[in-house]
């Protein structure tokens, strides 16, 4: 009975290191990893001894026979990746690099700006170490970032990821300052001068634009907004989502397109268990979308969406998936490809909802009345000068086009930053001793929940050997001095004890609903939960 890895996951390598045979790869050090989109079982060399499902942050690997029908795909991948790369190795691979401590004896305080996953790999990997204290801090009342405001509601499997954040919260030495935005309520000076070191992992959070003609029509949205109003970000409640239309149109394919198409096509009574908030919930009810069109600017052999969301996708009873690659043959050799064409050969069903995932097509212009009424597109060939469009150009009907090409960082003040790659220059993390950087923020808005394990654990180890080099100046400012001025500047902000109210409300509220979670939306209500009969969270 092998077992079977059944989701994009985060190569984080926890299952890898826990394997007695090592039949789980690519492995670290191994060709592949932190790129592969996902790890594999070996089904022949696997004893089924379960260790790995023990290991696994968010319930990814399961027994072949507890495989549901939608997962079956995942046991031929698999197979296909081992007959490409037969790993003939079975020495168990428990050289797990040693996490470097800090020196015994030594008192190190830590800033961390931002709690979502990087943060809470950073934090988990510094409370390793005696004598570290580490306080997170997060502009929003709620902690885990694009965990809770990005990963989508029917992906409830992928938020157990927050049980383990949970325990890490639960080390002695860490603490939450949340409702707190650094550079708003605290400057960088501030965390500087009552820190021995500050790490930035505040993340990718901004859309980036298409810049083509009528973008700035309402109608015309990022996937951005769309994620953040469907899952109950404070930045994103208003964010116009008009669904009265029957087509919605979604510029890029990558993971975030696929995941902001099956939202608005899905039938909304499956999320209803979900932890999808009441509003979009409700407007997703009333919807009249019944198509969502998925446009990729390259051909199908270029799709950034990864093969686990596709398998997913494939396996859904509900949605009709149409490939419309402009009528030409999909060639190639890949897992991918091959599901592309079995998709493609498949009949439609009348009066299903779609989504149709479109190919070698780009946006030209959005067109409408102040409102937007139709994108304009055009037939591409892609060749050494990047994406060319070829025409023919075709108006296609939409109320609702979405760009989603992709997540873009902002500059923080007091950091180098590059513009480009909208990162902040480092050196495994290190910015400069005492400064550094984990997550998105450090290597793009790329990879999985995951990704941010290694990520975290490289710049936890630039900080610990600065630390043990003794070149992190030593903060002027004590922890209770600290304490002083956020009760000043931010008298709102939330500690543990206070994320813990919100997180058992939320879970209560959802338990009346029927549903995973309630989020608190409203600063009033967190406020309420938060300290009872006293006054309101601001934003
Ligand atoms: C829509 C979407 C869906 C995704 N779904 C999946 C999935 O299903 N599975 C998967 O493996 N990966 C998924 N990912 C990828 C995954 O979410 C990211 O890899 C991960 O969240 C990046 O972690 P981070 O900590 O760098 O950033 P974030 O998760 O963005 O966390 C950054 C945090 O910093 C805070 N912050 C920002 N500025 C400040 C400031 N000045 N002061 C204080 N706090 C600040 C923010 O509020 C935020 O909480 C998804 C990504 C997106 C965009
Ligand atoms: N379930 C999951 O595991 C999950 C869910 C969501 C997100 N994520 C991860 O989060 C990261 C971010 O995802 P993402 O979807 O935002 O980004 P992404 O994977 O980088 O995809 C961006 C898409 O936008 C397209 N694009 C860029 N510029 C364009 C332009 N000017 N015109 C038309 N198309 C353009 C890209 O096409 P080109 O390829 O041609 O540039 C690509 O299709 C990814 O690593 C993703 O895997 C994971
Ligand atoms: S069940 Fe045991 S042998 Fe099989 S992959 Fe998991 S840890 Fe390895
Ligand atoms: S999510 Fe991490 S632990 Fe789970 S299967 Fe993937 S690599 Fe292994």
């Known amino acids: 009975?092998?077992?079977?890895?059944?989701?994009?996951?985060?190569?984080?390598?926890?299952?890898?290191?826990?394997?007695?045979?090592?039949?789980?790869?690519?492995?670290?050090?191994?060709?592949?990893?932190?790129?592969?989109?996902?790890?594999?079982?070996?089904?022949?060399?696997?004893?089924?001894?379960?260790?790995?499902?023990?290991?696994?942050?968010?319930?990814?690997?399961?027994?072949?026979?507890?495989?549901?029908?939608?997962?079956?795909?995942?046991?031929?991948?698999?197979?296909?990746?081992?007959?490409?790369?037969?790993?003939?190795?079975?020495?168990?691979?428990?050289?797990?690099?040693?996490?470097?401590?800090?020196?015994?004896?030594?008192?190190?305080?830590?800033?961390?700006?931002?709690?979502?996953?990087?943060?809470?790999?950073?934090?988990?990997?510094?409370?390793?170490?005696?004598?570290?204290?580490?306080?997170?801090?997060?502009?929003?009342?709620?902690?885990?970032?694009?965990?809770?405001?990005?990963?989508?509601?029917?992906?409830?499997?992928?938020?157990?990821?927050?049980?383990?954040?949970?325990?890490?919260?639960?080390?002695?030495?860490?603490?939450?300052?949340?409702?707190?935005?650094?550079?708003?309520?605290?400057?960088?000076?501030?965390?500087?001068?009552?820190?021995?070191?500050?790490?930035?992992?505040?993340?990718?959070?901004?859309?980036?634009?298409?810049?083509?003609?009528?973008?700035?029509?309402?109608?015309?949205?990022?996937?951005?907004?769309?994620?953040?109003?469907?899952?109950?970000?404070?930045?994103?409640?208003?964010?116009?989502?008009?669904?009265?239309?029957?087509?919605?149109?979604?510029?890029?394919?990558?993971?975030?397109?696929?995941?902001?198409?099956?939202?608005?096509?899905?039938?909304?009574?499956?999320?209803?268990?979900?932890?999808?908030?009441?509003?979009?919930?409700?407007?997703?009810?009333?919807?009249?979308?019944?198509?969502?069109?998925?446009?990729?600017?390259?051909?199908p052999e270029h799709a950034a969406f990864t093969m686990p969301e596709l398998i997913g996708l494939a396996a859904r009873p509900d949605l009709d998936i149409v490939i419309d690659n402009q009528g030409l043959p999909i060639v190639g050799d890949s897992p991918k490809l091959d599901l592309l064409r079995e998709i493609a050969a498949r009949p439609r069903r009348a009066g299903t909802r779609r989504i149709v995932l479109r190919f070698n097509t780009a946006p030209v212009r959005i067109l409408g009345d102040g409102v937007v009424g139709a994108i304009e597109v055009t037939g591409t060939a892609s060749g050494p000068d990047g994406v060319v469009p070829t025409g023919p150009t075709e108006l296609v009907e939409t109320g609702l086009v979405l760009r989603s090409v992709g997540y873009r960082a902002v500059e923080i003040p007091g950091l180098p930053f590059d513009p480009v790659t909208a990162t902040v220059p480092n050196e495994g993390g290190r910015v400069a001793p005492g400064s550094y950087v984990a997550g998105w923020i450090k290597r793009g808005p790329r990879g999985f929940i995951g990704t941010n394990k290694s990520c975290a654990e490289e710049t936890v180890a630039s900080l610990i050997a600065d630390a043990n080099a003794g070149l992190l100046p030593e903060p002027t400012g004590s922890r209770a001095a600290f304490a002083d001025l956020l009760r000043r500047n931010r008298p709102e902000a939330i500690d543990l004890v206070g994320w813990r109210a919100i997180d058992a409300a939320e879970r209560a509220a959802g338990l009346t609903r029927g549903s995973a979670r309630e989020k608190l939306l409203d600063p009033g209500e967190i406020g309420a939960v938060v300290a009872p009969g006293a006054s309101t969270v601001r934003r």
Not at 264 to 290: C, F, M, W
Request: with cysteine; glycine share 8%.
């Open 1 to 299: 009975m092998p077992y079977v890895v059944t989701q994009s996951c985060c190569s984080d390598a926890s299952c890898v290191v826990a394997c007695p045979v090592n039949c789980i790869h690519p492995a670290p050090g191994e060709p592949g990893f932190l790129e592969s989109e996902m790890v594999y079982v070996d089904p022949a060399a696997c004893v089924d001894c379960g260790a790995c499902t023990t290991a696994c942050p968010v319930g990814a690997i399961k027994p072949h026979t507890m495989l549901d029908e939608t997962e079956l795909p995942f046991i031929a991948l698999a197979e296909s990746y081992y007959a490409e790369f037969p790993h003939a190795d079975r020495a168990p691979l428990a050289v797990v690099e040693k996490t470097p401590r800090v020196d015994a004896g030594r008192e190190l305080r830590v800033a961390i700006v931002g709690a979502g996953p990087a943060a809470m790999c950073a934090a988990d990997e510094l409370l390793k170490s005696p004598g570290v204290t580490v306080d997170v801090f997060d502009r929003l009342a709620t902690p885990y970032g694009l965990v809770r405001a990005g990963v989508a509601p029917d992906h409830q499997r992928t938020k157990q990821v927050t049980d383990l954040f949970a325990a890490i919260e639960e080390q002695p030495g860490f603490g939450y300052h949340l409702n707190v935005e650094v550079g708003t309520h605290v400057s960088l000076d501030d965390l500087h001068r009552h820190y021995h070191a500050v790490i930035h992992a505040s993340g990718a959070a901004h859309d980036r634009p298409l810049g083509i003609e009528g973008e700035e029509m309402a109608g015309s949205e990022s996937a951005t907004a769309v994620v953040g109003w469907y899952n109950g970000h404070p930045d994103h409640q208003d964010a116009y989502v008009d669904l009265s239309h029957e087509r919605v149109v979604v510029i890029g394919n990558g993971n975030v397109a696929l995941d902001v198409a099956r939202i608005l096509a899905t039938e909304p009574a499956s999320l209803a268990a979900s932890d999808i908030p009441a509003l979009p919930l409700a407007a997703l009810r009333g919807s009249a979308v019944r198509e969502v069109v998925v446009l990729g600017r390259r051909g």
